[in-house]
């Protein structure tokens, strides 16, 4: 059982898989074999700088999750889930920062 096995958290970010590995942001980026600036981007937003990667022995495409899912030691799906909280997350904040957001609304003019 790991750390990330007892989490019971519904909508768990990236950064909760990533600390429950025990990496860094660093180190993280390294074990998925992309740029540390790449990952810093990916984290808080859930946008992946990559959508595949290419397995030369089976000549096919392999999703994302499915060969990120090993370096943050949990199941694709859970990898997705947790993608799709961090992006939702972020477009919130993008929403709530907006100029419209600051803006009185018509019936206070």
Same mark, same amino acid.
């Given at each position: ?24 942001? #660093? ?19 859930? @946008? @992946?700088?990559?959508?595949a990667?290419?397995? @030369? %022995? ?10 990120? #899912?090993? %370096? ?8 997705? #889930? #947790? ?5 939702d ?5 993008? @929403? ?13 003019r």
């Amino acid at each position: 059982m790991t750390p990330a096995d007892l989490c019971t958290v519904e909508q768990e970010p990236l950064v909760h898989l990533r600390v429950f590995t025990g990496r860094s942001r #660093a180190e993280m980026a390294k074990a998925l074999g992309i740029a540390e600036e790449t990952y810093r981007q990916l984290e808080p937003t859930g @946008r @992946r700088g990559t959508r595949a990667h290419h397995d @030369r %022995a089976r000549d096919e495409g392999i999703a994302w999750d499915d060969w990120a #899912a090993p %370096a943050f030691g949990t199941t694709p799906e859970r990898l997705l #889930a #947790a993608r799709e909280s961090a992006r939702d997350a972020w477009l919130d904040g993008v @929403r709530r920062s907006s100029p419209a957001a600051h803006r009185a609304p018509s019936s206070a003019r």
